[in-house]
């Protein structure tokens, strides 16, 4: 395994797994061990790594960094998505990690504090610790702003920009993950991010939505039967959301010519955004900026 490359065998992620699903369910009281300051970055699994790497420099611009093991890392303003090739018999294509950024990263601190939890993790090779869930989506602790971590040990990327990029976003504002059971992986979730800051009402299109505050974005968890995971129908990245400003009709013509699936117009709050689908059916969202606020007279 190359120093940049995070990813487990499936041996890895069952046996984490098992040890978590045993594990007492400690909590931290109020006082957090480490404080997580937003959505540091992404990573997919995807089947053609030429062709994600074609669409998400068309996305995000040609800001690249790649490993030795052929993973390649696209920055998205503050963050970066990573693109992980597939391989036969493994991981199949799809969102399968998420990585929030731990402010003065300390290893030996998150370490001690995993401990404490009664999380079980598995130490990486230059890239601070990985964690499964009882689904088996990754979480990795490491250093906020870990994109200046990268740069130190992974090797550029030259990608010819013939335009400018579609979605001129400053960082990944928000992610859902589509989980078996919202419930028991809250349990779970609960220990790395806190309380559950908002749940969904129980009324359809979006019940039995679980929401987190993780620094300044959100990380929420959907049951998988509501069928908002549109990359197969498996436990992973449901979707992710980036805020950035956009004019809808020619955003949607630059996303069609790029190769992505532009789905149909949310409801409520989602309406102002735009919805589409990568080469591998992972799911992106758009969102314009807030409105500013009125100054009262």
Same mark, same amino acid.
């Given at each position: 395994?190359? =120093?940049?490359?995070? =990813?487990?065998?499936?041996?890895?992620?069952?046996?984490?797994?098992?040890?978590?699903?045993? +594990?007492?369910?400690?909590?931290?009281?109020?006082?957090?061990?480490?404080?997580?300051?937003?959505?540091?970055?992404?990573?997919?699994?995807?089947?053609?790594?030429? =062709?994600?790497? +074609?669409?998400?420099?068309?996305?995000?611009?040609?800001?690249?960094?790649?490993?030795?093991?052929?993973?390649?890392?696209?920055?998205?303003?503050?963050?970066?998505?990573?693109?992980?090739?597939?391989?036969?018999?493994?991981?199949?294509?799809?969102?399968?990690?998420?990585?929030?950024?731990?402010?003065?990263?300390?290893?030996?601190?998150?370490?001690?504090?995993?401990?404490?939890?009664?999380?079980?993790?598995?130490?990486?090779?230059?890239?601070?610790?990985?964690?499964?869930? @009882?689904?088996?989506?990754?979480?990795?602790?490491?250093?906020?702003?870990?994109?200046?971590?990268?740069?130190?040990?992974?090797?550029?990327? @030259?990608?010819?920009?013939?335009?400018?990029?579609?979605?001129?976003?400053? @960082?990944?504002?928000?992610?859902?993950?589509?989980?078996?059971d919202p419930e028991r992986a809250a349990l779970f979730y609960s220990k790395i991010f806190g309380p559950i800051a908002q749940r969904t009402?129980?009324?359809?299109?979006? @019940?039995? =939505?679980?929401?987190?505050?993780?620094?300044?974005?959100?990380?929420?968890?959907?049951?998988?039967?509501?069928?908002?995971?549109?990359?197969?129908?498996?436990?992973?990245?449901?979707?992710?959301?980036?805020?950035?400003?956009?004019?809808?009709?020619?955003?949607?013509?630059?996303?069609?010519?790029?190769?992505?699936?532009?789905?149909?117009?949310?409801?409520?709050?989602? +309406?102002?955004?735009?919805?589409?689908?990568?080469?591998?059916?992972?799911?992106?969202?758009?969102?314009?900026?807030?409105?500013?606020?009125?100054?009262?007279?």
């Open positions: 395994m190359s =120093r940049l490359s995070t =990813r487990l065998d499936r041996r890895d992620v069952l046996t984490m797994i098992g040890a978590g699903v045993l +594990a007492p369910l400690t909590t931290w009281g109020d006082e957090r061990p480490f404080q997580i300051t937003g959505i540091d970055h992404v990573t997919i699994t995807v089947a053609d790594p030429a =062709r994600s790497l +074609a669409f998400y420099t068309r996305l995000f611009g040609n800001a690249v960094l790649k490993d030795k093991d052929g993973c390649h890392y696209v920055k998205v303003g503050s963050a970066y998505v990573g693109l992980t090739p597939q391989k036969r018999g493994k991981q199949p294509a799809g969102g399968n990690q998420i990585g929030p950024g731990i402010q003065s990263f300390d290893l030996p601190a998150v370490e001690s504090s995993l401990q404490r939890a009664a999380i079980p993790y598995r130490q990486t090779k230059g890239q601070g610790l990985l964690v499964a869930d @009882s689904d088996g989506i990754l979480t990795q602790f490491w250093a906020e702003n870990s994109w200046n971590e990268l740069q130190k040990i992974g090797q550029p990327v @030259s990608v010819a920009a013939k335009q400018e990029p579609l979605i001129q976003a400053t @960082s990944i504002n928000h992610l859902l993950l589509a989980v078996n009402p129980p009324r359809p299109p979006l @019940s039995g =939505r679980i929401w987190y505050q993780a620094g300044t974005h959100r990380i929420g968890l959907a049951p998988l039967n509501q069928g908002y995971n549109t990359s197969g129908q498996r436990p992973g990245i449901d979707h992710f959301g980036v805020i950035a400003p956009f004019e809808r009709e020619s955003l949607i013509k630059g996303l069609t010519e790029a190769g992505a699936k532009v789905l149909p117009q949310g409801e409520g709050p989602e +309406a102002a955004g735009v919805d589409f689908q990568d080469p591998d059916g992972v799911r992106l969202q758009v969102m314009p900026p807030p409105a500013p606020r009125q100054k009262k007279a």
